[in-house]
């Protein structure tokens, strides 16, 4: 980092991960590999890994994990841009919705950013439906993390969601 840098506070990006081909262990690890190597990247915390059953067109079993980065000179439809390379370089295939995967890497919250527009949307539209994504993301998080639009707090989130459609093996 330059001295410019070292004078910016770091925004605080929250990921999700998934992998359901391969070695899927191998494909969340290189990922995380992948946005360390990125300048003013750093990966701060990462969650446990949580089997999971695919939703949509997907076949296999997911592993589902997340992390908090702390990014330094990143616009967020900038580092989406990057992010969509990584999962090219790591063979992700964009031919099927929802369908069998290498690696996924969605942004789920950057800050208390809430935007629509330029190619992205924060937070992630679907993140507080999904348990294979806030129970990770609980893993990550401080306790009272609000979420920007409901104004309820990732565990509020992740306790209003139904049991019965949980997709979390356990």
Do not use: C
């Not at 997340?66 to 580092?79: D, S």
């Amino acid at each position: 980092m330059d001295e410019y840098e070292d004078n910016l506070e770091p925004d605080t990006v929250y990921i999700a991960l998934g992998s359901n081909l391969g070695d899927r262990n191998d494909w969340l690890d290189r990922a995380l590999e992948a946005l360390e190597l990125l300048p003013g990247v750093t990966v701060a915390a990462t969650s446990l890994r949580y089997e999971t059953r695919p939703i949509g067109l997907g076949t296999r079993n997911y592993l589902n994990m997340a992390a908090r980065l702390y990014v330094i000179g990143w616009e967020p439809v900038l580092f989406l841009h990057q992010i969509h390379r990584i999962e090219a370089n790591l063979g992700r295939t964009r031919d099927i919705w929802w369908g069998d995967r290498t690696i996924d890497i969605d942004i789920l919250m950057w800050d208390d950013i809430v935007t629509a527009g330029s190619g992205i949307k924060l937070p992630h539209p679907r993140m507080h439906e999904r348990d294979f994504v806030l129970r990770p993301l609980l893993d990550v998080v401080p306790e009272d993390l609000v979420h920007p639009t409901t104004g309820k707090t990732i565990r509020e989130l992740h306790d209003a969601l139904d049991p019965e459609n949980s997709t979390i093996l356990l």
